[in-house]
């Protein structure tokens, strides 16, 4: 009867969408428990993970318990954001407390790449080494450094940002839909920007955190902001919780017909509503645009309602990034991957700040009355005019301690195509492909067209690259690295040439790329020289194929492929 929580969250784990598990054979590897029956059993572990509800008394009574069975050695660690690490020790020996730090896991796990590490005061560096190798090389996660302060880098930033926002929303006259409209793709942010992020999450948990940020951080210069609308309360008061609950401040109905109607609630009725996607002149712009730079500046710099919103609500978070140095982290590349691997950002907050260009951007806050945090103002003064610069290919970050640029530090793990192009490892290109070189004779040909959907360019570099490599070369990696989540290896063949080929009466045309592309991907299976796919994320049609033709894939974990026909 003890284990029934454990036992129904085991059963849920088994049947969530999408799954949680990498595979439902990995059920086995899961044993239940409860700490009344099974509280030796962690005797014979190397890491214990503690997630018990967020009381220090509780905390303090658990550790104890556990000092007294783990084995010398044993890595603890806490997934608290709430409580000081050096409280939760208290009381603890210097052992326990060599091997004990947090580690910040965000939901769902599987999917957001993003770990936070905080170091105890006393924590080992060989345990803290060994903790950050394990979380990258062998679960996958990306590696932030967090300090021991409320909710860390990515919730203290994220749900500033977002409560921010629906504040802002009801000070300028915006709707929820317009909201979401200016804080998705065009900003380089999920398809779920603000309000369906929250839905997802769910609002008790977005109210906990903000609520907890708001009682700990009283010295916060923006502590206020962390405070919910009244509207959002009174949501949390009749179970209007998100996906949980099947309505939060989006939810689908279905008509007798039984056809979807998705709708949105009104903040000041916290009635329901059918919608249409909203739309200003920025947007317009944006979509026009071809890069995510020249996107995030068509809405940052437009003069509609629309605009002026999304800059505010930008220009806020950005300052308030910057005044979190070195309080929750001592460097901006922490921040800026915290918000890219647990929020899904395409870029951080500094590299946002950087594209909308430092100077101008600074002018146009103090213009509208936006305190500038001292460090940047000196940063400008001493003629550093952004957070980060390349040279020689390698990548560099404005270090505000020693007012210096700093490289940013690469896992040896990690090969950056973008770092390689920038030294000049770029061997062939067209505007959709590119043949980089790896070194010791093996070349990387990688596709960037949206979502790397396949086009005659693409087709052609392929036969290119084979032939370049035949010459030049030992080998080729087909892959590209792109932001998103799961991203996109290649969403298959550019569906918009095709149609425009159809509209053109020029079949032909059509005709003509199916052979190009299998008379290449043909040039590949028979390639003297080894040929390894890297696909990840949706890899359909073409893409799939690529990967067919290759001597050998490796494939990341989250791998969506095969052929649309079969569904």
């Known amino acids: 009867a003890r284990n029934r929580i454990a036992k129904t969250g085991l059963d849920n784990l088994a049947v969530a969408r999408p799954a949680l598990l990498m595979q439902p054979k990995d059920l086995d590897l899961i044993t239940i428990g409860n700490l009344e029956d099974d509280f030796d059993r962690i005797s014979a572990c190397d890491w214990i993970i503690e997630v018990v509800v967020e009381n220090l008394t509780v905390k303090h009574q658990l550790f104890e318990r556990m000092e007294g069975v783990r084995k010398p050695g044993t890595i603890v660690s806490s997934n608290t954001s709430g409580i000081p690490l050096k409280s939760m020790s208290e009381g603890r020996s210097q052992e326990f407390k060599q091997h004990f730090l947090g580690t910040h896991f965000f939901n769902p796990v599987r999917y957001m790449k993003l770990l936070e590490i905080i170091p105890g005061e006393e924590t080992h560096r060989d345990v803290l080494d060994f903790m950050a190798d394990f979380g990258e090389r062998i679960l996958g996660k990306g590696i932030v450094w967090a300090k021991d302060t409320p909710n860390f880098v990515g919730n203290r930033i994220g749900i500033h940002g977002m409560v921010k926002a629906?504040?802002?929303?009801?000070?300028?006259?915006?709707?929820?839909?317009?909201?979401?409209?200016?804080?998705?793709?065009?900003m380089g942010r999920p398809k779920t920007a603000m309000f369906k992020t929250a839905d997802l999450v769910g609002l008790d948990i977005l109210s906990h955190v903000a609520g907890n940020t708001y009682e700990l951080v009283t010295d916060d210069e923006d502590r206020d902001s962390f405070q919910i609308p009244e509207f959002v309360t009174r949501m949390l008061k009749n179970n209007l919780l998100g996906k949980k609950t099947q309505g939060g401040f989006y939810k689908t109905d279905l008509t007798p017909e039984w056809q979807k109607i998705r709708k949105v609630i009104d903040p000041a009725t916290l009635e329901y509503a059918a919608y249409e996607a909203p739309d200003f002149p920025c947007l317009t712009e944006a979509r026009k645009a071809k890069t995510l730079s020249d996107k995030i500046n068509a809405v940052m710099y437009g003069t509609d309602n629309g605009a002026r919103f999304a800059w505010k609500a930008v220009a806020g978070n950005l300052v308030y990034s910057a005044n979190r140095i070195p309080e929750i982290s001592d460097t901006i590349v922490e921040i800026d991957n915290a918000m890219k691997w647990g929020f899904n950002f395409e870029m951080g907050p500094f590299e946002t700040w950087d594209t909308i260009d430092?100077?101008?951007?600074?002018?146009?806050?103090?213009?509208?009355?936006?305190?500038?945090?001292?460090?940047?103002s000196n940063m400008l003064a001493a003629g550093h005019t952004s957070f980060y610069k390349t040279e020689?290919?390698?990548?560099?970050?404005?270090?505000?301690?020693?007012?210096?640029?700093?490289?940013?530090?690469?896992?040896?793990?990690?090969?950056?195509?973008?770092?390689?192009?920038?030294?000049?490892?770029?061997?062939?290109?067209?505007?959709?492909?590119?043949?980089?070189?790896?070194?010791?004779?093996?070349?990387?040909?990688?596709?960037?067209?949206?979502?790397?959907?396949?086009?005659?360019?693409?087709?052609?570099?392929?036969?290119?690259?084979?032939?370049?490599?035949?010459?030049?070369?030992a080998g080729l990696v087909i892959g590209n690295q792109g932001g998103g989540m799961p991203g996109a290896f290649s969403a298959g063949a550019d569906l918009a040439a095709v149609r425009q080929a159809v509209t053109e009466n020029h079949l032909e045309e059509i005709e003509q790329m199916i052979k190009d592309l299998q008379y290449g991907l043909l040039k590949a299976r028979y390639a003297p020289f080894p040929v390894v796919a890297a696909p990840y994320g949706m890899t359909l049609g073409g893409g799939c194929e690529v990967c067919l033709a290759s001597d050998r894939v490796v494939a990341h974990s989250d791998l969506f492929m095969g052929q649309v026909e079969f569904g």
Do not use: W
Not at 359 to 373: H, L, Q, R, T, Y
């Open 166 to 186: 629906m504040k802002l929303m009801l000070e300028e006259g915006l709707s929820i839909t317009e909201v979401d409209a200016l804080f998705g793709p065009v």
């Open 358 to 376: 430092l100077v101008k951007s600074v002018e146009k806050m103090k213009e509208d009355g936006f305190i500038i945090p001292e460090k940047i």
């Open 392 to 473: 020689n290919g390698r990548r560099f970050f404005y270090d505000f301690t020693s007012a210096a640029y700093k490289p940013v530090q690469v896992s040896a793990n990690i090969i950056s195509l973008a770092g390689l192009k920038a030294d000049g490892k770029t061997v062939q290109s067209n505007e959709y492909a590119s043949l980089v070189d790896l070194g010791d004779g093996v070349f990387c040909l990688e596709f960037h067209s949206k979502m790397n959907s396949l086009n005659q360019d693409i087709i052609q570099a392929i036969h290119s690259s084979i032939d370049y490599v035949d010459t030049h070369g």
